[in-house]
């Protein structure tokens, strides 16, 4: 009986022993992992908080120097050195509108069409295709001014010889966008699983039906999404567009081929910001928020398109 | 007609063999064209031998294939059963640097002949895969692609029930053929994807492991399908599931992998072929019996 007690006691206070060594590794954390971890948190934190504020600075900014300018006149106006405070974008939305429905004419076929030669059918083990890949990246982060200088020796003079009319600008504009065109397309007809190119030529489809029926249908999402944001950022380029022929100040509607001058949106914020008159300065900030506006909704409506179409394989 | 009559009694004599063994539970009703000789064949290899940018996956392979039968390729995984299956349809021409030699007879014609085009070879010999790979379309655009693609216009909407009643799958899927071939389950899929294959009437199907995704129950509706489909086509199946060898092939060929002297090159090498039963249950290479009895593998 009692060495059975005496058992029974040394039980208990080995489980109590042990537990009570469980929860003291449980609970304590050393410390210099809960400051290490604190720090990294908050300097992450403030990364994000820096680059919201440039954001948020911008929008503000805007909006209390250019809301007091914004009306339907904004729109529907042309500018007017005599009339500021009636002055608006007109024709610089007329001549935007018309720069990137060129950009979407020229870019889409092309840069499809690339992405579709470079992904289905290249053969990545020659050097040749390797290097056509390792340029299209490279083109996608030349400088914007630098399009603009080729548009000017290519396109508005030079073997295509436009003069500076509006349709230059355009192709200016789609070869600046067209690598970005080209690698979003790639990385959606890359996304298409193997098994369904596989699977349709297994049916008896040319590589051509596969191509047409089965993967550009399944990577078009992705493919306009990329597209959107090309043409968002063809939107808002101003350097290439002022050596191909965007006039400073124009206060008619500009026409494609018209050779009496065309403007754009950035272009037009880019002259009213110059002028030292308060009015002009207002306009131009609300021409800042018009961009912003357009801009924030044609990459919204790109993400909103990405998440709502893309398929999940 | 001698050699219907030699026949019966081999099939006899193997099944007399099985009992003995009682190894594999093997259902003779499938077995209705099996036998020693072929009454007609549809494939005739000779001395195939498939490299990859020039190293050997298979070597030397000669076997027939038998018309209206089910012909099962087993042996361990990287023997070359898929390989071989894929040789069948030419979709080995799709890798890169994928050499095929060999003579390899269709019905009599060489498929790798110089007038011959892939394209029109694999309207002949459908293919199903081990995952299922529907098309992300509806149910109906997923069966009637085939058709499509071989210009018919007309009569589309009997070529889908009739290919989806073939694949036993209409009765799942009648009142939703608009919906999304992604929503139905994995059997389905499998199922849908042996539909889509039928819908463009090939002579024969290739099926790469086509259950080895798949639950045991919706395996078993394949299995069903295959020994129903097997009055119209061809079937070659790979398989890596020795069962479903035995219960839905006539014919079953062993492939093993083969190694060179230093070690350092492998390639898959047929052991044996014959009767599926023969195979399972009197194999005449020890190495087949070691293999289909679960001594090695």
Redesign the interface.
Known sequence: MEAGGASAQRNRLATAGARATTEAMLRDQPRGDVIRNTIFAGLLLLAVLIALAGLTALLIQAFVRGSSALSLDLITNPPSTAFPEKAGYRPAIIGSLQLIAGVILFVVPVGVGAAIYLEEYADNSRWWNRLVEINIQNLAAVPSIIYGILGLAFIVRGPLDLGFILVAGSLTLALLVLPMVIIASREALRAVPDSIRQGSLALGATQWQTIRRQVLPASIPGIATGVILAVSRALGETAPLLLVGATVFVTFDPTPFGDDGYSAMPVQIFNYALRPQDEFQTLAFAGVILMLVVLLAMNSFAIWLRNRYEQRW | MAQDETRPEAARETREAAAERAAIAVRPEFRSNAAAGFEDKVFEMRGIDVRYSGVAAVKGISMDVGHKEVTALIGPSGCGKSTLLRCL?R?ND?I?NAEVEGELLYHGEDLYGPKVDP??V???I??V?Q?P?????SIYDNIA??PR??GRKDGLDETVEKALRRAALWDEVKDRLKNNAFGLSGGQQQRL?IA??IA?EPDVILMDEPCSALDPISTGKIEDLMIELKKEFSIVIVTHNMQQAARVSDRTAFLMVELDAEEHNRWGRLVEYDVTEKIFTNPADKRTEDYVSGKVG
Request: proline content about 12%; aromatic content about 12%; glycine content about 8%.
């Open positions: 349809n979709m799709l890169p394209v029109q694999r309207k002949l459908g293919m895969f995952k790979n529907p098309f992300p379309k692609f085939g693609i071989l994807c889509r294959c463009v």
